[in-house]
């Protein structure tokens, strides 16, 4: 009988010929050899990549295929739009590359942070305060660092610490560290008026919370307790009334405040169900577009059916670090490998629901998919974090089966 293709080669074969495709298009429109080099880099680092951390590591390969093909969906996206960014991202992505090999490190090797801990609260606390002495307000918020000419935004890679922390004391039944340590953050990012990283960082603290000690009781205390926060916030900064106005009614003021959304809800529609084609369309018409409303540009060009496509592969990656975070056999691990799978799961939520209107829009980027250093750099490193746990159980059942055997000689 025939062997059907595993999941994991089905998703790289479709990659490498959806983007071969898509590229070899941009190039007949262009005549751009720059189209045929991304068609070429982006699909083989993602081939050479995944044989080499699935020998070395033992990783979720088809983790791994979900994550780069979105990854890859952006690049392409950019391409389309702003070459630059395309580019840029490329060189992004190659960090992210190591950012996670990094992750996965860290996971095997450092099982214990009894020592480590201490440090890495301090290091969040010194980066979370680094835009309030030394960033711009940018967007009603002051979370960026510039420095020569390259902008950080350093509450993106606080959250890999902040999930390791708080999963470390969370393990250890240790309350006031974890809460302290999540208290103040929340506290640095509302001084920056970052509420939409402080949402994350809350909803984010509070799952886990639930997951460690399925106490219903002091989460649904914590629930009310974000709501009186996001009342707070609502009437403390003005940036926060006009994004709750323009969500009931962004035509009241289509001109100047609503401008985008309403842009991004034309995208969409004009895009129908099969979009108006790769290349086509009016991308750039949608302020920012590169960042929080790329998947309306997404939508506009291949249609809401692939729309809803990204969602599914965004669906099945949490599914699939959920199912990885419940096999852990070590609290800490597991916790660890829940909260980056719901810190980029809350945060897919968070992005698209404004960008559709389900939600007032906050500003956090879409994972794996929108322009900029951080935010690529930050969701691989959480995507490492997964990875790390999923090796390690694979250890874990490797050295069962070899124990097994063992036993089963001795029987002999």
């Known amino acids: 009988m025939k062997k059907w293709m595993l999941p994991e080669k089905q998703v790289s074969v479709f990659v490498e010929i959806f983007f071969l495709a898509a ?72 960090i992210g590359l190591l950012g996670m090999v990094i992750c996965i490190y860290i996971v095997r090797v450092f099982r214990s942070l009894r020592f480590l801990a201490p440090l890495v609260m301090l290091a969040c606390f010194a980066f979370l305060a680094c835009p309030l002495l030394f960033g711009r307000e940018t967007n009603g918020a002051k979370n960026w660092v510039y420095f020569a000419g390259v902008s950080v935004q350093p509450s993106e890679f606080v959250k890999i610490g902040l999930i390791m922390v708080i999963a470390w004391y969370m393990s250890r039944r240790q309350l006031w560290p974890w809460l302290v340590f999540a208290v103040v953050c929340l506290g640095l990012l509302m001084l920056q008026k970052d509420l939409g990283t402080a949402l994350l960082y809350y909803g984010v603290t509070l799952m886990l919370f639930y997951a460690s000690s399925a106490n219903l009781l002091l989460t649904g205390v914590g629930l009310f307790g974000g709501a009186g926060a996001a009342v707070l916030g609502y009437s403390m900064f003005a940036h926060v009334k006009k994004r709750v106005a323009i969500w009931i009614n962004p035509w009241a003021n289509y001109d100047n405040a609503g401008y985008q959304i309403v842009q991004g809800l034309m995208a969409i529609a004009s895009g129908g169900l099969f979009g108006v084609g790769l290349g086509l369309g009016s991308p750039t018409t949608i302020p920012v577009y590169e960042t929080d409303f790329i998947f309306a540009v997404i939508c506009e060009q291949f249609g809401v059916i692939f729309g809803l496509c990204v969602l599914l592969v965004y669906t ?70 997964i990875q790390g746990v999923a090796s390690v159980n694979e250890d874990d059942l490797q050295e069962d089966v070899r124990l097994t055997e063992i036993s089963g000689g001795e029987m002999m």
């Open 316 to 385: 099945a990656i949490i599914w699939r670090g959920a199912t990885i975070a419940m096999a852990a056999r070590r609290s800490f691990q597991g916790l660890v490998c829940m909260g980056a799978t719901l810190m980029l799961g809350l945060q897919t939520f968070v992005i698209i629901g404004g960008v559709v209107k389900l939600i007032p829009l906050t500003g956090v980027t879409m994972p794996f998919v929108s322009s900029g250093g951080s935010s690529l750099v930050s969701s691989m490193c959480l995507a490492g974090l």
């Open 23 to 94: 590229f070899a298009l941009l190039f007949l429109r262009d005549m751009a050899w720059e189209a045929v080099a991304l068609a070429v880099t982006v699909p083989c680092a993602i081939w050479v990549m995944s044989n080499i951390l699935g020998r070395a590591f033992h990783i979720d390969r088809l983790l791994f295929a979900l994550t780069n093909f979105l990854c890859a969906l952006g690049i392409l996206v950019l391409y389309d739009t702003k070459p630059v960014l395309a580019y840029h991202q490329v060189a992004y992505y190659g």
